[in-house]
């Protein structure tokens, strides 16, 4: 076996085993969350490209910061699906099918859900913080931004890439996908590339706190003192 081929099994070995049997067995019925989860944002793609849905599909699962906070975070969940219209949707469909169906498979519905709102979330929440800090501070954002539609399924998806490999060891890919979210900020700074880089600041939290739980399950119990030994018994 050749050094690139042994790489990719460290890399990528652990992962692969863990997604091939179930979708040996099942095929997409191994991942019915991520399957529906493309068809609803190509529903809503749909439907905000018509005169008679392009408001309603804004109201429901467009959030700006320049809303409530109340609103957007309403707005919020329904945003992971809710595709940007200056970008091909083939492309956010792919990568939900295969970036939500492997983490699917590996973490759970319910855990995939909530690792890829917490990555949406921080992004919804830097916005506001960004624009309060203004143009000129190092992470702040003009207040034309506010105006601006965070950006939809890619924090999401950016959120899982990073913790599942993470959680199966797949380290090179965490920097990899990392290092590209910086390079996209330094080549082209817009709101939606900070935003990708405030949902990896949110689901690295989520993994530091995994791991900071995992260890105190793995120290060892402290052994039990002995019990002192009973007094003689006198004639």
Known sequence: MGRAARWVRAEWGPLYVAVRDPLRERRLRAAPMSAGAVCLTALLQYAQNQPWGCGFVQDVGAPRAEDPLWQALLRTPLSLFVPALDLPVWGALAQILFVFGVAEICLG???????????????????????????????????????????????????????????????????????????????????????????????????????????????????????????PLRP
């Open 109 to 231: 519905r319910w855990r995939t859900l909530a690792v890829a709102y917490v990555a949406t979330l921080a992004g919804t929440l830097y916005a506001r913080i960004g624009i309060a800090l203004g143009p000129h501070a190092p992470f702040g954002l003009p207040a034309s931004d506010a105006r601006v539609v965070d950006t939809g399924p890619s924090a999401a998806v950016v959120g899982l890439a990073v913790y599942v490999a993470w959680r199966y060891g797949a380290h090179v890919t965490v920097g990899a996908v990392t290092t590209a979210m910086v390079v996209e900020v330094l080549l082209k700074e817009n709101l939606a590339g900070k935003e990708h880089l405030a949902a990896l600041m949110g689901v690295g939290a989520l993994c530091l706190a995994a791991a900071l739980r995992g260890r105190r399950a793995r120290r060892p119990l402290p052994a039990a003192s002995p019990e002192p030994a009973p007094p």
